[in-house]
């Protein structure tokens, strides 16, 4: 299952082409398997219908936990880095968190939990979050996991999308200096959410909350009625391991679902070989758990791989902007995978947040979620990797389960900004508009993948029409990545980010459709336009276009907070425009389509040349905008 040497790398990535069946068997060998399967891949990209180790028994758990019992039950599985730095540090090993899992386990079921249940998590960056989402799979139920920063309206949608009938939240969060009253969130959403039997509440800030009778319990009380013995619930290689929602291009967020048996193959491979991980690591993911990247790299790969894994509570820059080195320091951490943002954020702060900590232990560094740009490359391999550590540009989706395209750290060459090379199993290309394939190197188009690996998503939860739609059917017979990609002479892939309309804003995925939306529940907002523009921090940035009902000049200001606050409201602070410009009208063509490319040109200061846009209805509007630029 492990590729040393870029040798063994051509030679897996070449038997994986060949024969991907013979290659994925052989690397799901390595698992405990209650069952063998009886086929290792039917498919097709039409309908879609991928189904990975068929006839396959397994519970995931059972790989995460009881196999590590015997070889290293001593061993810190999670050690949790809190908020505040004064606070002492939690280390599970993985008997304790076996046994943690296991009661919980128990909990669930007590409150009726069964297989194929959907339960909805909203958790803080704690242990118990990682206890909630292994406890759910030990007993079958799908997890769904919110970010920890969405509204009650977006928990009350991902809810209702999936029926979930239990919540596990906690009383409140803290993040730097603030707290924040989660259960308070969820009972607002829960207002509307009629399928809920049962929240769980963990005790974390001892904030004040209301609990509702017959509805309501507390974590702590139902963990001293259960025992730690739970036999874990048999699976079928295909059934649903978790759902999690991400945003497209158009509507509400769609429920990814993967699948157990594919999804942790490929969570454990594509761990152990891009960060090329010894007995011994110990590996801090700073994504929150409510992403993919935490479910397969916080969670899923490194317990899997009987790794350590660091779970942090807090944020890069509380108390101040060497945090992140205070816990590679404290804990010293020796892969630490984190975002382009962090570290443009970071590097505002200079060198001086760096002094007196000691990354000596750091053997490996990552990136994810959004295309590196070439100073903070340098920045990080300079300043964090002292140049000893190879980074790890990895390119991946909620939609793959786990990285596909990126280099073995140490085995594969480097450059910056670059993806490099596919895992094994993994067949990229490039197509054009009209999809037909570009061949040859030195090339850009839109990035397919041509066969499935086993974490490829196999639905979107109760909507498989618009999975086809979305993903298999602009190129038939292609998985497209919504990516615009570079293939150099070397036959290194360079993402150059998303071809469709969605912002990718300090790596996080939002549609401007969804924040359109939610700018018009706004009462005075008529119409309303989102693009995205090039930020020095956050990648992107989101550049709202406002038509409103009275002329605002004498009160923007209020409107404009009024605004940032509805979205807030409905999505989450996270989506909230980074500008905003009142209009009169948008450039609209005869159909009433909005010409987005020419507010994308205007958001991003260039208002030279407007292109053709003999098809606009009033060409005159696009005057008026450029006039008003924010
Ligand atoms: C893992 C994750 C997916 C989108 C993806 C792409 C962008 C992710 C990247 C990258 C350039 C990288 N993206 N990794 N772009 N280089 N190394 O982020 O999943 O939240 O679903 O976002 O993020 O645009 O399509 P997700």
């Excluded at 398997?33 to 059972?62: V, Y």
């Excluded at 090993?93 to 007590?110: E, G, I, P, S």
């Excluded at 994810?368 to 070439?374: A, F, L, R």
């Excluded at 196999?458 to 998985?479: A, I, M, N, V």
């Amino acid at each position: 299952m492990r590729i040393r040497t870029f040798a063994e790398y051509q030679l897996a990535y070449e038997q994986s082409v060949n024969d991907p069946e013979a290659f994925w068997a052989e690397v799901a060998q390595n698992f405990h398997w209650r069952k063998p399967w009886t086929k290792t891949l039917q498919w097709n990209f039409e309908e879609p219908n991928i189904k990975w180790f068929s006839g396959g028994k397994l519970n995931i758990t059972e790989n995460v936990l009881d196999r590590h019992l015997t070889t290293r039950p001593n061993q810190p599985a999670i050690i949790w880095e809190p908020n505040d730095p004064a606070e002492p540090s939690v280390t599970l090993t993985y008997k304790m968190l076996h046994d943690y899992v296991c009661r919980f386990a128990n909990v669930l079921k007590r409150n009726g939990v069964r297989k194929g249940d959907r339960v909805c998590i909203y958790m803080p960056m704690v242990p118990e979050l990682a206890v909630a989402v292994l406890a759910c799979a030990r007993v079958g139920a799908i997890h769904s996991v919110v970010f920890g920063g969405f509204s009650a309206q977006s928990i009350a949608d991902r809810i209702n999308d999936a029926a979930c009938s239990v919540v596990i939240t906690s009383d409140g969060a803290v993040r730097g200096n603030k707290t924040i009253p989660m259960k308070d969130t969820v009972d607002d959403a829960l207002i509307g959410c009629p399928t809920v039997q049962r929240v769980i509440v963990m005790t974390h800030t001892r904030t004040p909350v209301a609990m509702r009778k017959g509805r309501d319990v507390w974590w702590e009380t139902e963990m001293k009625q259960v025992t730690s013995d739970c036999p874990a619930e048999e699976m079928d290689a295909e059934d649903p391991l978790f759902i999690l929602y991400t945003s497209g291009s158009t509507g509400k967020p769609k429920g990814v679902v993967h699948t157990c048996g594919g999804y942790m193959v490929y969570a454990q491979y594509s761990f152990e070989n891009v960060f090329q991980v010894e007995p011994g690591d110990i590996h801090f993911c700073t994504a929150d758990v409510g992403w993919i990247t935490g479910h397969s790299y916080i969670v899923y790969g490194p317990l899997l791989a009987g790794s350590t894994s660091v779970i942090f509570e807090g944020i890069p820059t509380w108390p101040d902007a060497g945090r992140f080195w205070d816990v590679v320091d404290r804990h010293k951490v020796t892969i630490l995978y984190t975002a382009p943002t962090a570290i443009r954020s970071l590097m505002g702060f200079g060198l001086d947040p760096l002094k007196n900590k000691d990354l000596r232990s750091l053997r490996v560094l990552g990136s994810v979620g959004e295309p590196i740009n070439e100073e903070a490359w340098h920045w990080y391999d300079e300043n964090v990797g002292k140049h000893k550590c190879p980074i790890v540009d990895t390119w991946w989706q909620t939609e793959t389960g786990g990285i596909l395209i990126s280099p073995l750290a140490g085995i594969t060459k480097t450059k910056p900004t670059f993806a490099t090379l596919p895992l094994p199993g993994v067949q990229p290309l490039l197509v054009d508009e009209a999809g037909k394939e570009i061949e040859g190197n030195g090339v850009s188009g839109n990035l397919c993948i041509r066969f499935p690996w086993p974490g490829i998503l196999r639905t979107t939860w109760g909507d498989h029409e618009r999975c086809r739609q979305t993903y298999f059917s602009t190129y038939p017979g292609l998985y497209f990545t919504g990516d615009g990609c570079l293939r150099d002479e070397d036959g290194y892939y360079r993402i150059t980010g998303r071809v469709d309309d969605v912002l990718n804003v300090s790596g996080h995925r939002i549609g401007t459709a969804e924040v359109e939306n939610a700018i018009n529940m706004h009462t005075g907002v008529v119409e309303s336009a989102v693009v995205g523009y090039p930020h020095d921090i956050k990648g992107q940035g989101i550049y709202a276009y406002v038509i409103t009902e009275s002329d605002t000049a004498h009160e923007a200001d209020l409107m404009r907070r009024d605004i940032l606050a509805t979205v807030s409201r409905v999505i989450g602070p996270i989506a909230k425009p980074d500008k905003i410009q009142f209009v009169s009208g948008l450039p609209k063509t005869r159909s009433g389509k909005i010409m987005r490319r020419i507010l994308r040109k205007i958001a991003e200061g260039d208002t030279s040349n407007m292109g053709d846009t003999s098809t606009l209805l009033d060409p005159a509007v696009v005057d008026a905008i450029k006039a008003g630029a924010v």
